[in-house]
T-cell receptor
Framework: GAGVSQSPRYKVAKRGQDVALRCDPI?????LFWYQQALGQGPEFLTYFQNEAQLDKSGLPSDRFFAERPEGSVSTLKIQRTQQEDSAVYLC??????????????FGPGTRLLVL | GDSVTQMEGPVTLSEEAFLTINCTYTATGYPSLFWYVQYPGEGLQLLLKATKADDKGSNKGFEATYRKETTSFHLEKGSVQVSDSAVYFCALETGRRALTFGSGTRLQVQP
């Protein structure tokens, strides 16, 4: 596809359920990022992959959050035992190489998670 | 830690008015600075960026200048259009790849 895609676009979960959010980056992009955006706030960094290696997971809020990118392309963000405070939009972004600030991050449309 | 502060919105302007959205930052080292825009129903898009002091980023009539002395990166446009209505996010990056965003400023342009 031409851009970053995410699925599902909307997810409603009951408190305590596990959820899995998928990100398909732009084909060939080396770097992949996950961000969490609470209502009315800016996105906050969760984790970063370079190919299949998770190089930074400092933003994951608890051990209930887990991300993987086993083949260096598609990534899944899993949230176990969801809590109401997990309700947010989860954004995925990718960039072409591992090169830093010269490089543009391309964002997907996000998955809106509502935990009841 | 790194942080970005933006003026609160919404900012409501009439078409063809001058726009300024203030952004200041706190960061270790020398960050790169960005403005992202989120149009209704769409994902975040990079609007412009500047990677060193005194650089000016520009795109679609928008401009922002990296001011190290005032730690600012204010967004300006000389004449806004209704189609500019969106949420604007200021962000920085300090070498760890992750972006640090401000809380966003909603712009509403009325005909």
């Amino acid at each position: 596809g031409a851009g970053v895609s995410q699925s599902p676009r909307y997810k409603v979960a009951k408190r305590g359920q596990d959820v899995a959010l998928r990100c398909d980056p732009i084909s060939g992009h080396v770097s992949l990022f996950w961000y969490q955006q609470a209502l009315g706030q800016g996105p906050e960094f969760l984790t970063y992959f370079q190919n299949e290696a998770q190089l930074d997971k400092s933003g994951l809020p608890s051990d209930r959050f887990f991300a993987e990118r086993p083949e260096g392309s598609v990534s899944t963000l899993k949230i176990q035992r969801t809590q109401q405070e997990d309700s947010a939009v989860y954004l995925c972004a990718s960039s072409a190489t591992s090169g830093g600030p010269q490089e543009t991050q391309y964002f997907g449309p996000g998955t809106r998670l509502l935990v009841l | 830690g790194d942080s970005v502060t933006q003026m609160e919105g919404p900012v409501t302007l009439s078409e063809e008015a001058f726009l300024t959205i203030n952004c200041t930052y706190t960061a270790t080292g020398y960050p790169s600075l960005f403005w992202y825009v989120q149009y209704p129903g769409e994902g975040l898009q990079l609007l412009l960026k500047a990677t060193k002091a005194d650089d000016k980023g520009s795109n679609k009539g928008f401009e922002a200048t990296y001011r190290k002395e005032t730690t600012s990166f204010h967004l300006e446009k000389g004449s806004v259009q209704v189609s500019d209505s969106a949420v604007y996010f200021c962000a920085l990056e300090t070498g760890r790849r992750a972006l640090t965003f401000g809380s966003g400023t909603r712009l509403q342009v009325q005909p």
